[in-house]
């Protein structure tokens, strides 16, 4: 069986690592919803602000930024350009999103695990899922938890 191993950070170029004492920048959050339908009436105020940092980030000294290179992954949502935010503090479950190594390269896809066979499967029928076989190694890396995704400059 491949064995799951759980290493301390191995920082490289794509890894973006958040300040533990970074300034913090609430932004404004209105308590109205935007519709994707038809425009409703809303409230011209503020109800509260949104800060980033306690929105995504959970656990400050165990999250890490990540940008995806590729397409496996577009059926959940996550696309060539985004920003992942990778929380090392959770322990990956059957089903979730995980940044992993296999013998070394990092990939983002969804943990699978049923039998005592651990598979990263991709969210792109154009990509085949990847079992871990005996002599592979395979380290979880992180859980997935959010991603940013810039539309415009």
């Known amino acids: 069986m491949a064995e799951i191993l759980s ?13 533990p004492d970074a ?10 919803k935007v519709s994707a339908g038809f425009p409703s009436p809303a409230a011209d105020y503020e109800d509260a602000r949104l800060d980033i940092n306690d929105y995504l980030v959970r656990n400050p000294v165990s999250t ?12 959940a949502e996550i696309f060539d350009g985004d920003i992942l935010v990778v929380d090392r503090s959770i322990r990956a479950r059957h089903g979730q999103i995980v940044v992993a190594f296999i013998n070394g390269e990092r990939l983002v896809k969804r943990l699978h695990r049923c039998g005592g066979r651990v598979a990263l499967v991709a969210e792109n029928p154009g990509y085949p899922a990847l079992e871990i076989q005996d002599g592979m190694e395979l380290v979880v890396w992180g859980v997935v938890v959010g991603k940013f995704k810039r539309f415009a400059a």
């Open 7 to 19: 290493v301390g950070p191995n920082l490289s170029p794509g890894i973006f690592v958040p300040l």
């Open 64 to 75: 890490f930024f990540f940008a995806v290179q590729g397409d496996s992954m577009q059926g």
């Open 23 to 32: 300034p913090r920048r609430p932004l404004p959050l209105d308590g109205v």
